[in-house]
């Protein structure tokens, strides 16, 4: 007779085929990130629904934040870097000031619901999404409660851009410079440039002490060769990324239980008011770098637009605006939150200590 496959097998087998449909779901319902909710939701329900209790091997999410951090590296870019030379003052002061209003708008949001201060900045920080779900748990935050904030914050900027950019500013377009989309790596290119920006990521976090180091190490190294000009450097396969974007969404929604879930409950309706304070803010960071940086309102307003990287860039497209400056700033500004957070995290912490008596 043929042996019965292993319960944890068996289960494991479920999720990914779960998760699989998920992800076709919600990609034909225009999600962002579709893999990563996929695996949040196909998580969750496994979770609350069948009561199964998984958690991916510790190596398997050091890899998919190894892949994502070499994902985020990619991004990086010779003609974004020279866009933001242009400009780097303004460009840099209106990043350090949206990280200031991310913090205002946590703090706030913790003094006005159930959440944690770490929780609730870390569901505020603007840009980075993904990553930053990724790392919160290790930060001191609740990454589950933190993953619902983000993916509110990223639904409503999807909806909203397209339309503020058509009603706010129409016919606001700037030089109309879009972005030169890079081919994805070869099989070839890509396993070399992985392995590479895998093996010196560690090697650069224990030279340096940087925290989070399976995400941040990687993306360092693959920002800093992909800049250099290595041939073996650009976008990862976007079946890689995927692979990643899922295990990670994973992670987070087979931790929920009814609890956190009723917690995620509470914090929707203060978490809105945070983003709306959030949206509002960046909107008018926006108003102030266009005369800054001499580029249209429109240019200004998707450059500081808090987040929903992939919306920003297709309505900067369809809108004829700047590509290239929107992506530069965006994508400076990740590097700036992502790089912040365990700074943030340090002081979050000295902040919760009760003073000595």
Request: aromatic share 6%; charged share 10%.
């Amino acid at each position: 007779m043929p042996r019965r496959p292993r319960p944890l097998l068996a289960r494991w087998a479920a999720v990914l085929a779960l998760t699989a449909a998920a992800t076709v779901a919600c990609d034909v319902a225009g999600v962002p990130s579709p893999e990563l909710f996929a695996g949040l939701l196909a998580g969750m329900a496994v979770a609350l629904w069948l009561g199964w209790d998984l958690t991916p091997p510790k190596r398997v999410l050091s890899g998919a934040q190894g892949v994502l951090g070499v994902a985020l590296g990619a991004y990086v870019q010779s003609d974004t870097v020279a866009a933001v030379g242009e400009h780097l003052l303004p460009v840099v002061a209106v990043c350090a000031a949206t990280l200031a209003l991310t913090v205002v708008a946590g703090i706030g949001l913790a003094r006005v619901s159930d959440l944690d201060t770490p929780t609730a900045s870390f569901g505020m920080i603007a840009g980075g999404a993904s990553g930053i779900i990724a790392i919160a748990d290790e930060l001191g935050a609740d990454n589950r409660l933190v993953a619902v904030l983000q993916y509110l914050r990223v639904l409503l900027i999807l909806v909203l851009t397209p339309l503020v950019a058509a009603t706010v500013f129409p016919g606001d377009h700037g030089g109309g410079l879009t972005a030169g989309g890079a081919a994805d790596l070869a099989t070839g290119e890509a396993a070399l440039f992985l392995a590479v920006s895998l093996a010196g990521g560690p090697l650069l976090a224990r030279l340096t002490r940087l925290p989070a180091a399976a995400l941040l190490g990687p993306m360092l190294v693959a920002g800093g060769l992909t800049l250099a000009g290595a041939p073996f450097a650009g976008p990862l396969p976007g079946w890689l990324q995927s692979v990643a974007f899922a295990v990670i969404g994973l992670q987070v929604g087979l931790r929920f239980t009814m609890e956190s879930l009723r917690a995620a409950g509470r914090a929707l309706a203060p978490g809105l008011l945070a983003i709306g304070f959030l949206l509002v803010g960046c909107a008018l960071l926006g108003l102030l770098l266009a005369p800054l940086a001499g580029v249209s309102t429109l240019d200004a307003y998707l450059a500081t637009t808090p987040g929903g990287l992939y919306a920003v860039l297709a309505t900067a497209v369809g809108s004829g605006a700047n590509t290239t400056f929107v992506l530069s700033v965006q994508v400076l500004r990740l590097f700036v939150m992502l790089l912040a957070a365990p700074v943030l995290a340090r002081w979050l912490a000295r902040l919760r200590e009760p003073a000595p008596a």
